[in-house]
């Protein structure tokens, strides 16, 4: 079964510094990978995702994740963090369920604290 | 401009009363979805369809109904509300099922059942 594990439910940085975000998955079969962002008061917006083609994914807002098979792992980072970084980010990933349709399966969040 | 629209953000009501939270998207979309939102357990799917009139269970189903007339409009259900579904709900919908393509998301309904 697939699953998707984030590592700390808050991390704190101060602004300017590295922002990385962990996630690991599991996937009997090759996965597609997703960071969602959650600002406050919001619903999600797509930050950026992976589909199979370059393991470097670029997203918005200068964010980028990288997918290591070897690691399964799809972590998140930003070189410079700003304030208005400040929300909750989720790692999803797809994959077919036992009815083949595919469905979103979720970590259980990270909150990115930011501080000035 | 491409929206997903929940309605309303917030509701407070009592244990037993039938409610019903109304999601529509304008993106012509086949896939729509709801979720609930729990602190510490992330999104976990209540319904799923994939075209109208086709409906299925997510991975927490029991106490929530769901109906798919029209394209644009998955409405959520809740016939007797408890507390325990107290939560933050959001529905979702993309262009044909999630594979590699985006979800978009509603703004979300805050649900307090006393």
């Known amino acids: 079964a697939q699953s998707v594990t984030q590592l700390g439910s808050h991390v704190s940085v101060s602004e300017g510094a590295l922002v990385l975000l962990r996630c690991n998955y599991s996937?009997?079969?090759?996965?597609?990978l997703f960071w969602y962002v959650q600002y406050p008061n919001q619903g999600l917006q797509l930050l950026l995702k992976?589909?199979?083609?370059a393991t470097l994914v670029k997203g918005i807002n200068g964010f980028e994740a990288e997918f290591k098979k070897s690691e399964t792992s799809f972590h998140l980072t930003k070189p410079s963090a700003h304030m208005s970084d400040a929300a909750e980010y989720f790692c999803?990933?797809?994959?077919?369920?036992?009815?083949?349709?595919?469905?979103?399966?979720w970590g259980a969040g990270t909150k990115l604290i930011i501080k000035p | 401009e491409a929206q997903v629209t929940q309605n309303p953000r917030y509701l407070i009501t009592v244990t037993g009363k039938k409610l019903t939270v109304t999601c529509s998207q304008n993106?012509?979309?086949?896939?729509m979805s709801w979720y609930r939102q729990d602190p510490g357990l992330g999104l976990r799917q209540i319904y799923y369809?994939?075209?109208?009139?086709?409906?299925d269970k997510g991975d927490v189903p029991e106490g929530y109904k769901v109906s798919r007339k029209e394209k644009r409009n998955f409405p959520l259900i809740l016939e007797s509300p408890s507390p325990n579904q107290t939560s933050l709900y959001f529905c979702?919908?993309?262009?044909?099922?999630?594979?590699?393509?985006?979800?978009?998301f509603g703004q979300g309904t805050r649900l307090t059942v006393v």
């Open positions: 992976y589909t199979s083609a």
């Open positions: 993106m012509n979309h086949e896939y």
């Open positions: 999803a990933v797809s994959a077919p369920g036992l009815d083949s349709n595919y469905q979103l399966i």
């Open positions: 996937s009997s079969v090759p996965p597609y």
């Open positions: 979702a919908s993309t262009s044909r099922g999630y594979s590699n393509t985006e979800a978009f």
């Open positions: 369809s994939m075209n109208v009139e086709v409906t």
